[in-house]
């Protein structure tokens, strides 16, 4: 069995991630337990592509919380809502009536960008995101700067918002340790998180089952996250939670990569899942990771 990875070996294999990627990568990590943080270039102001969406969210859970908006409220699905890229609610036909409620699950579950732009308008418009998240909670570096517009994204990924891994690190830390909003919101933001499909970044080489549920397995790992991408761009912001009550909070960002695809093999999304597999690998809470917990990868 393989030793337990030690902290000289773990900062060697993330300068090693770093050098052959052919952009910028960033990282911020903080073990919730330990209080030990693991960072690389963890305040570099980056694009954060849909993780965005995770501000949308809070704000859209605190007037939830105040009894401004109501949950169960149904929505008519407009024409001039579709907008392209993630999502499904673009190939529906007009007058669908999904609640606020479907609506938080689709942006973040399926990245629903028509979803995403109904619920920013909802709670108030661009403006209203941007108080809460920097004057409410200090986040003074993380910008929505407008609403979702795909096609003009691409050539000006930060066009619609920018943050760093420690940041978004902090804002997920806030939502896990319950003191963002009351804890039945911090919870049930974390429940969606949780439901997210698209787990091709930092879960990347790790056995994270989004079945687990249904089929009534029991989870020795799980994660609630939110990934982003643009063309040369990956993002990824959520919490690892491991055996022994173990909670890492991660947040992995890259631009400026050569490997503008969005193929499954694409350049930011094998380096963030070789990061999380890093993370999880050190901070496990048992001794050497498990092979069936960690997955093989050529990019470790």
Known sequence: MADHLNRDDLDRRLSAIRGRFSGDIALFAHN???????????DALMPTASVIKLAVLVELFRRIAAGEIDPARRLPLRAEDQVGGSGILREFAPGLEPTVGDLAMLMVVLSDNTAT????????????????IQQRLGLRDTTLHNRIDFAAIDGKVRRLAESTPRQLGRLVGSIVRGDLLDRPSCDAILDIMG????????????????????LGVAETLRVANKT???PGVRADAGVFRM?????VVY????????DRSFSPEAEGEVAAGAIGR???EYWWPDGPLPAAIGFPSPHL
């Open 195 to 214: 439901r997210q499909r698209y787990l091709d970044q930092a879960p990347r080489y790790l056995a994270v089952n989004p079945y687990a549920k249904e």
């Open 117 to 132: 732009n109904v619920l920013i308008d909802l709670v108030g418009g661009v403006a209203a995101v941007n108080e809460t």
């Open 251 to 258: 947040c992995i960002m890259s631009e400026h990569s050569a």
């Open 278 to 280: 890093l993370l999880v």
């Open 243 to 247: 055996p022994g009550g173990v909670e």
């Open 32 to 42: 919730l337990a330990t209080d030990e943080t693991v960072e690389l270039d963890a």
């Open 228 to 230: 982003g991408m643009f």
